[in-house]
């Protein structure tokens, strides 16, 4: 769900991959493998600054 949230809250915004990438302050790298599903074991940290940056919560982005 993780994936899936990502790329709907990040579109409900409009940012590219990219521009969310830079303002979360990670890699592109780190956001394109965490919405594709890649990468099941994002640290906490991560998943933190990527929510701040969407302006949603932590549950938001687990959610099912």
């Known amino acids: 769900m993780l994936a899936e949230n990502l790329k709907r ?12 990438a830079r303002k979360a302050g990670i890699t592109y790298s780190t956001l ?11 640290k906490v940290k991560t998943l933190q600054q990527i929510a701040k940056a969407l302006d ?9």
């Open 32 to 42: 394109t493998k965490l919405e594709s599903g890649v990468n099941q074991n994002p």
């Open 56 to 64: 949603v919560t932590l549950d938001d982005l687990m959610k099912e």
């Open 9 to 20: 809250y990040r579109a409900k915004i409009g940012l590219s991959q990219d521009q969310l």
